[in-house]
């Protein structure tokens, strides 16, 4: 019988700084087996759990399996590492869609891929990089730093951008990476010289790259704003119908709040028009780093805004707190005055506020300024769009 005082040792997991096929104490893995959940739910979420591959590990038994066509007494491409590396692979691609570009390095256990994963109906593809080099440049820091610099601009490209331009960009990005990965490989990649001049070229393109991001990001962010205040137009649609019944079934076809809820509608549609207008010409400003999520919902709250702004001034005129000479006091009167507030604040802020007798003229003097058309590296804004006809001053970090 084995002493029970013996340690069992098992083959130790490589990491991402780096491999070593040493030995690692059993005992020293052990732990508390977290709580199993229980029912269908859990045992699908165990399933799926089990099935998933992470990147780093399809590298790894990507390796395991080069080493093993290395050996001359094996037939390419058989065995148990290949059925193994074949296996993950489509349990890799089941998750994060087909591997499309590909490069594999010889000698060390890195790589980067390009996959794309179909999506059904209208919806974009989803196109995504996925890398491991650490392994490849842990002696080597100035390249790894290099691929640092690849990696953080292709976070941004996958995070902000949409479409089209986020494959080129990811198309792009991949090009770079794999040129480095195959130069790490080499002898020159401890030629200081050779470095130096990898290195300027790769930030040259790295440069381009991040040019047409900077240019299809504010694009693309104005895109899922605009998304976003078409979101925020269906409640002002259902709004607006409630209202032509309540005028439909009112007498004399009078219902002040009727009129009221067409005129809440009517700022909403007045904000979404001006949006519209103010993009075609290129005034709205937008923070795209600030996510998609963030954008959707600043824009799905533009319409609320117009709508009360519209619903304030229909309150104003109807109250007679602000007196026009203009209109005969009908519905369509209080409608044109609640779009156009929507769609200039100034106008209903100056109404407003003039008929409470403050002097909105100084205020009008630091507005009316050019939008500076010179856009930082890297700036952050005080608000996420404009909410006037001028753009948002930016602020830099």
Same mark, same amino acid.
């Given at each position: 019988m084995p002493n029970r005082t013996e340690r069992i040792t098992v083959e130790e997991r490589p990491s991402l700084c780096g491999w070593e096929e040493g030995k690692v104490n059993a005992t020293a893995a052990e732990g508390v087996?977290?709580?199993?959940?229980?029912g269908l739910i859990g045992r699908l979420r165990r399933k799926r759990a089990e099935?998933?591959?992470?990147?780093p590990e399809l590298v790894w038994i990507h390796h395991l399996r080069q080493k093993d066509i290395e050996n001359p007494h094996r037939r390419p491409y058989t065995g148990p590492a290949e059925e193994r590396y074949r296996d993950f692979e489509a349990r890799f691609e089941e998750q994060h869609g087909k591997i499309v570009s590909a490069y594999w390095c010889t000698d060390e256990a890195s790589a980067i891929v390009l996959t794309i994963k179909r999506r059904p109906l209208l919806l974009a593809d989803s196109v995504r990089l996925h890398w491991a080099t650490d392994w490849s440049t842990r002696d080597k820091p100035k390249l790894m730093t290099l691929l640092y610099e690849c990696e953080s601009l292709a976070v941004k490209v996958q995070e902000v951008l949409r479409d089209t331009s986020r494959r080129l960009a990811i198309q792009s990005l991949f090009n770079v990476i794999s040129f480095v990965l195959g130069f790490a490989e080499t002898e020159r990649a401890r030629n200081d010289r050779a470095v130096a001049g990898v290195a300027l070229t790769t930030r040259a393109h790295l440069k381009e790259i991040e040019k047409y991001y900077r240019k299809a990001a504010e694009?693309?962010?104005q895109i899922v704003y605009v998304g976003?205040?078409?979101l925020g137009m269906v409640p002002m649609v259902l709004l607006a119908f409630l209202a032509w019944l309540l005028i439909a079934n009112a007498k004399d076809f009078n219902s002040p709040a009727g009129i009221g809820l067409l005129c809440f509608s009517a700022g909403g549609v007045g904000a979404m028009v001006s949006v519209m207008s103010r993009m075609s010409t290129g005034r709205v400003r937008l923070d795209w780093e600030f996510g998609k999520d963030t954008l959707r919902t600043l824009g799905a709250l533009r319409p609320f805004v117009g709508a009360i702004f519209g619903l304030m001034t229909f309150l104003a005129l109807k109250s007679e707190v602000v007196k026009l000479t203009a209109g005969d =006091?009908? +519905?369509y009167y209080y409608i044109v005055f609640a779009f156009v507030a =929507?769609? +200039?604040e100034r106008f209903a802020r100056d109404m407003l506020l003039g008929a409470a007798g403050e002097d909105t003229s100084s205020g009008r003097k630091t507005v009316e300024?050019?939008?500076s058309e010179?856009?930082?590296e890297e700036t952050t804004f005080d608000a996420a769009v404009d909410t006037e006809t001028e753009a948002t001053t930016a602020t830099g970090l």
């Open positions: 087996e977290a709580p199993k959940e229980r099935r998933n591959v992470s990147f694009r693309s962010g976003g205040v078409l =006091g009908s +519905s =929507g769609f +200039s300024q050019p939008p010179e856009l930082p």
